[in-house]
């Protein structure tokens, strides 16, 4: 399947929490999710990832770190979608709502509010929350069912890239 949009999520931690926004418009919109958004026309994923934070929560993200990456399946729409999946520990300024996210909410790793986020969130972010690298790839028959997925932790994030290609 041909991969059409590139995306990233940015996930910031502090102790052992972490700040989730409920996305109020397009995709996604009434699901609780980290931060982040379409990689644009020459801009590094990296570069899209310190934007999307400073857009959607207001905070200079300082020690970025690629974890994994989600390859999206779409069988209804005949295309692939990449998310590009980071972590921070270190920002500056203060976290506040957007007019795409908000309410905006810091979560406990043992509270996480699954039952309102994208079916496939359960099952990749144990890596995320304990920092393995990783690599998924799911496959959506219709926005909501998951057909089929895989999941693999890795011990390198170049490693963890080549699935999802
Ligand atoms: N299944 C799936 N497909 C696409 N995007 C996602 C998922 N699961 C997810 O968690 N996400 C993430 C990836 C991105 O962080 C957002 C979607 O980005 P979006 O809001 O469409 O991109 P923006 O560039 O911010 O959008 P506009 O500002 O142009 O509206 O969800």
Redesign the pocket.
């Known amino acids: 399947m041909p991969v059409g949009k590139i ?3 940015v996930f910031l931690k502090r102790n052992n929490s972490v700040l989730l926004g409920l996305k109020t ?4 919109e009434g699901l609780w ?6 990689v644009e026309e020459n801009e590094t994923v990296a570069n899209c990832a310190r934007r ?1 934070v400073e857009e959607e929560c207001g905070v200079i993200a300082s020690d970025l770190k690629q974890i994994g990456v989600v390859r ?1 399946d779409l069988d209804y729409d005949k295309s692939a ?1 990449v ?1 590009h999946i980071f972590t921070c520990s270190k920002f500056d300024g203060f976290e506040k709502p957007s007019e ?1 996210m908000n309410p905006i909410k810091w979560y406990k790793y043992t509270d996480i509010p699954f039952e309102q986020m ?1 079916p496939d969130a359960p099952k990749w972010y144990p890596f995320m929350l304990k920092d393995k690298y990783f690599s998924a790839r799911v496959i959506y028959t219709d926005k909501n069912t998951i057909k089929d997925s895989i999941i693999q932790e890795f011990g390198s994030l170049s490693n963890a890239l080549k699935l999802a290609q």
């Open positions: 995306f990233t999520l418009r397009g995709l996604g999710n980290g931060f982040g958004g379409k999307e999206y979608d998310v795409e994208w």
